[in-house]
Every structure is written in structure tokens, then in C-alpha cells.
């Protein structure tokens, strides 16, 4: 499976040469086989491997920050299986909201009291 499609790659990358901006995550990708998500809202411009977003490894610290899409698309699991990407994620809020629902739960989170109340303010309008 494709981490990122083309229409994706190509919002990444516009969200990637706004740096510093509370951007909407636009991929989830996950490891079907065990611990690990990432909500992925920008990629480099000058290196697309690099990319940026909240990364759950599933040590109760999820972090913010730059992670090496290449190595995501380069993993392999247990019976063959690599990173996937969530087919249905719709973003409802922005990084900084799922980032402080995270910190709170230890974990990323995508519904329950904590990202409401972090997400005030912050939600996508639909």
C-alpha cells in the first residue's frame, strides 16, 4: 500500500513551506501488528523523506516532530506486514489539539473528553 498519495504528498508539501503553522493532520499511519501512529501534517520540501507530525511509539510519551517517512515505508513486521495508512481518518481538529490530548492520555487519541476540550478553538470547519 501507498503511505501517501499523490493529492497528499502535495498538501503535505504546501504545509511543509508554511513551517510553524498549527496545520490539520492530512495522513494517519499506523503498524497493524503492534504499537506505533503517527498523524503526519507536513513533509519537507527539500528532503521529502523527512516528514513532520505527533508519533506514538506506544511508550506513553507521545512527541511532536520530525520523523523519517522512508524508514516508515522501509519497515517490515511480523508475517511481512509494514506501516499502513488509515483509509478512513478525517482530521477533526488540529496538531497542537491532538498533540495536547495526547500528552494527557499518553497516547494519541481520536475522540473522548480530553481532545474535545483540547480541541476547542481548534476544530476543522466542515
Known sequence: MELITPEQRETLLANGAR???DHV????LFNPCG???WFVTEL???DESIAFGLA???FHTPEVGSFSLSELEAFQGPFGLGIERDLYF???YTLSA?????RAEGRIV???TELEAAGRGKAVAG
Not at 25 to 28: G, Q, R
Not at 98 to 102: I, K, N, V
Open 19 to 21: 513551517r510553524g503553522a
Open 25 to 28: 493532520p492530512v495522513v494517519k
Open 35 to 37: 504499537a506505533g501512529t
Open 44 to 46: 519537507d520540501p527539500e
Open 56 to 58: 506514538d511509539l506506544g
Open 90 to 92: 478525517e482530521a477533526k
Open 98 to 102: 491532538y498533540a495536547e490530548a495526547a
Open 110 to 112: 481520536e475522540y473522548g
